[in-house]
């Protein structure tokens, strides 16, 4: 019973959302055992600084404005279920917090810099401390991209996979 991307819903309806692509708030990755079985204690911190719980306000009040437009609400066959021209700034930070969720798109956690004790790979990828182990993903990023991070992740990995080969030992 599970619906089929090429079949309509069978009702009527859009979604509008946003999502801040330049949050300051940073999470953490604890390793929770010695056992590489067991998972890692993580939190990512979602809105802990002020600025993204001001992003959250300034996006909401956008989209309260949009919904409010004549263009727009006089498609709408019912109210939209949340009025944002009516709700507080806190209750927009609340109603956020208790529904939004991460978009998989986690960034910067393993910096890369050239001392073990400040950073988790070098230049070249290699986590530091441990032959043979590189990391190839959105992880080195320094910063969060402003965008999709597919493409740049795309990038690394073209470059990434340069320095194996240059390294590679091409013995037949």
């Not at 604890?30 to 590489?36: K, Q, R």
């Not at 437009?69 to 944002?84: A, F, I, N």
């Not at 320094?142 to 795309?154: K, Q, V």
Request: proline share 9%; glycine share 6%.
């Amino acid at each position: 019973n599970e619906r089929k991307l090429t079949q309509p819903d069978p009702y009527s309806g859009f979604m509008m959302g946003f999502n801040p692509c330049r949050p300051t708030s940073t999470g953490w990755v604890n390793i929770a055992s010695p056992d590489p079985e067991v998972a890692p204690r993580m939190s990512g911190d979602y809105l802990s600084t002020q600025k993204d719980l001001d992003d959250v306000v300034a996006m909401a009040r956008l989209l309260g404005r949009i919904q409010d437009t004549k263009g727009l609400s006089s498609l709408l066959l019912e109210p939209p279920q949340l009025d944002l021209s009516t709700m507080t700034d806190a209750d927009i930070i609340r109603d956020f917090q208790q529904r939004a969720t991460t978009v998989y798109h986690p960034c910067g956690t393993c910096r890369m810099g050239p001392e073990p004790d400040r950073a988790v790979v070098d230049a070249k990828l290699r986590v530091h401390g441990i032959e043979a182990l590189r990391v190839v993903d959105a992880s080195v990023f320094p910063n969060i991209t402003s965008a999709n991070t597919n493409a740049p992740t795309l990038m690394v990995a073209h470059r990434a996979a340069q320095m194996i080969l240059t390294t590679a030992d091409r013995k037949p």
